[in-house]
């Protein structure tokens, strides 16, 4: 910048010279001849003026050249001496602001799920010789509290313990295999939701769902959910619900021999049940054959004294009528305290948790829905078909909005059945309901009833 600023300045000077000698060149030339010796005279006094100009102008162009140069050095001297404090100084970094990939942390990030072929042992400590507390079964999920070399320590239902790391699929990994070992399932969340029997708002409706119960899922998109309800498989919109996973906890031991002696007693009591009706069918036999027999060997002493009964008769009432009608009183009294819908909910409930198996009649191995109510009710003695749709003829038709303890519900689609429960109050069923839930208790509204018939 001052280089620039003298290189002006010196241009300027060297102008103004060329200007005052181009003057005094003219004022010579304009001297008329007739004054030729003053003309000399003037002509040398110009030239000595001139002489005396120049020479001024010389010494100050001499005098400015060395000022301007002395000028430039300091200026050389500041801008080298900026050069060195600038080097000294040290520069402020420009950082390069990076912009990391936030990794999105797995939903299963803290979850283990079992990856093995029936169950894992959970360990009171992490050795394999440790006693074992619980047992993680196939597809189980234990929450991951702490991870240590091979050992993984969890919590799952009621057990808190160790699993080696080998047998857990943990973060991504679990998140991968999760719909393959849980159970995916819908629940509603609108007050009725229609399953149709094609991904179409255009297609038939199978069946109404209510709010807040929940349904296994076949399989599912942005749109559409395909779901199983009981033995029908349809069709909901996906914004009418929220698709999760669930999965089976661990058990205790104390739990496992629990159920185990849970199991046994209900077996043995409907080995006993059937025991006591086989006794009493023999003894109803074997009473219809002494009584037949006695009639036979009776028959000619009847017909002998025939006479005389016919006389007698005449003068004697029977009391068998009024023997008659008085045991048939204590049967019915009997029949409504042990007979009761109050009866019958109560015993169906207590094979809540049993297996579903379809064509079983097992209570307690494993039974669908019809070989449930069918086996409840022989409990006490009563005989119902075997299939659902079989059973909505028997006892009398009821308003399903008239329902009490006992009766039978129907569901289905079309005014066709394929399904049926055991209401047992509050607006609530009991019944074989699926491979994944088995015996399990429901809303009566989990899906639309088609009817409902009262066998007591």
């Not at 009418?240 to 089976?248: E, I, R, S």
């Not at 042990?338 to 198996?357: E, I, L, M, P, W």
């Not at 394929?418 to 899906?447: C, E, L, P, Q, T």
Request: net charge positive.
């Amino acid at each position: 910048m001052n280089k620039a600023r003298l290189w002006k300045s010196t241009i300027g000077m060297t102008s103004a010279l060329a200007l005052f000698m181009s003057v005094n060149t003219l004022s010579v030339n304009a001297t008329p001849a007739a004054t030729a010796d003053s003309q000399n005279v003037t002509v040398s006094s110009a030239l000595d003026g001139s002489t005396n100009s120049l020479a001024g102008i010389s010494v100050s162009l001499d005098n400015y050249y060395a000022d301007s140069l002395t000028n430039i050095e300091m200026a050389d001297d500041v801008l080298a001496q900026n050069a060195v404090a600038a080097a000294a100084t040290p520069q402020p970094k420009v950082v390069e602001e990076k912009k990391e990939e936030v990794k999105k942390k797995s939903k299963y990030e803290n979850t283990g799920i079992a990856i093995v072929n029936k169950y894992v042992n959970i360990r009171k400590k992490p050795t394999t010789d440790s006693d074992v507390v619980g047992k993680l079964y196939k597809g189980g999920s234990a929450k991951v509290l702490k991870i240590s070399g091979d050992w993984v320590k969890v919590e799952s239902g009621s057990v808190t313990g160790y699993i080696m790391k080998d047998f857990l699929a943990i973060g991504e990994e679990a998140e991968k295999v999760a719909e393959e070992y849980g159970r995916v399932y819908m629940v509603v969340k609108t007050e009725t939701l229609r399953l149709r029997e094609k991904k179409s708002t255009d297609s038939k409706i199978l069946t109404l769902l209510a709010n807040d119960e929940k349904y296994d899922v076949q399989a599912y998109n942005s749109k559409w959910v395909k779901v199983k309800v009981d033995n029908e498989v349809g069709y909901v919109a996906k914004e009418f619900v929220d698709v999760k996973v669930k999965f089976t906890k661990a058990i205790s031991i104390k739990e496992e021999q629990e159920a185990a002696a849970k199991k046994a007693a209900q077996q043995a009591a409907i080995a006993a049940e059937e025991a006591r009706r086989r006794e009493e069918a023999q003894a109803q036999a074997n009473s219809s054959s002494s009584s037949s027999s006695s009639s036979s060997s009776n028959s000619s002493s009847s017909s002998s004294s025939s006479s005389s009964s016919s006389s007698s008769s005449s003068t004697k009432k029977p009391s068998s009528s009024s023997s008659s009608t008085s045991n048939k009183t204590n049967s019915s009294g009997s029949t409504s305290s042990s007979k009761s819908g109050s009866a019958v909910a109560s015993y169906a409930t207590q094979f809540v948790g049993n297996s579903y198996r379809w064509g079983g009649t097992s209570l307690t191995n494993g039974t669908d829905c019809s070989g449930f109510t069918m086996s409840v009710y022989r409990h006490f003695g009563i005989s119902i078909s075997r299939t659902s749709s079989a059973q909505s003829s028997c006892g009398r038709s009821v308003s399903t909005s008239s329902l009490q303890a006992g009766d039978l519900v129907f569901y289905g689609s079309g005014g066709s059945i394929s399904h049926v429960a055991i209401y047992i109050g509050g607006g609530r069923i009991v019944h074989a309901s699926n491979r994944r839930d088995g015996i399990k208790i429901s809303s009566v509204n989990y899906k639309t009833p088609i009817c409902a018939r009262r066998v007591l």
